[in-house]
Nanobody, 127 residues
Framework: QVQVEESGGGSVQAGGSLRLSCEASGRTFTRSTMGWFRQAPGNEREFVAATKWIGGNTYFSEYADSVKGRFTVSRDSAQHTLSLQMNSLKPEDTAVYYC?????????????????WGQGTQVTVSS
C-alpha cells in the first residue's frame, strides 16, 4: 500500500526559509512523478513544483511562476524522498502544502495527474 507523508512545516517571518520533506513508501517510485501542491483557505489546490522521470537517471523539474527563483525541489538518490527548499518566503505562501505521487507519465501541474497524496503540512508566513 502506497503511503505519502510530509514533514517540515511551521511558522516563519517573511523573508525566512523552510524545508519540507516528503517520504513515499510501499513500493519503488523511480519512474513516478512527485510533486508539491498547496491550498490556502478558500482557494483551490494549486501546483507548486514537481519532478518527472524522463529516462535513465534524469528527472525534469518544473515550478509555478509564483515560486520560481525562491523554491527548489529535489529528490534523493533512491528517488522516494522529495524535498522542497523554500527561501524568501512571503505571506502569500501561507497554505497547507501537500506532497503527491503520480504514475501515469503525463504532465506535472494538475491535481488530476497524481494518484497518491499526503495529509499535508501547514506553512505560515507572517509579515
Amino acid at each position: 500500500q502506497v503511503q505519502v507523508e510530509e514533514s517540515g512545516g511551521g511558522s516563519v517571518q517573511a523573508g525566512g526559509s523552510l524545508r519540507l520533506s516528503c517520504e513515499a513508501s510501499g513500493r519503488t517510485f523511480t519512474r513516478s512523478t512527485m510533486g508539491w501542491f498547496r491550498q490556502a483557505p478558500g482557494n483551490e489546490r494549486e501546483f507548486v513544483a514537481a519532478t518527472k522521470w524522463i529516462g535513465g537517471n534524469t528527472y525534469f523539474s518544473e515550478y509555478a511562476d509564483s515560486v520560481k527563483g525562491r523554491f527548489t525541489v529535489s529528490r534523493d538518490s533512491a528517488q522516494h524522498t522529495l524535498s522542497l527548499q523554500m527561501n524568501s518566503l512571503k505571506p502569500e505562501d501561507t497554505a497547507v502544502y501537500y506532497c503527491a505521487v503520480g504514475d501515469a507519465q503525463v504532465g506535472l501541474t494538475l491535481v488530476t495527474q497524481y494518484d497518491y497524496w499526503g495529509q499535508g503540512t501547514q506553512v505560515t508566513v507572517s509579515s
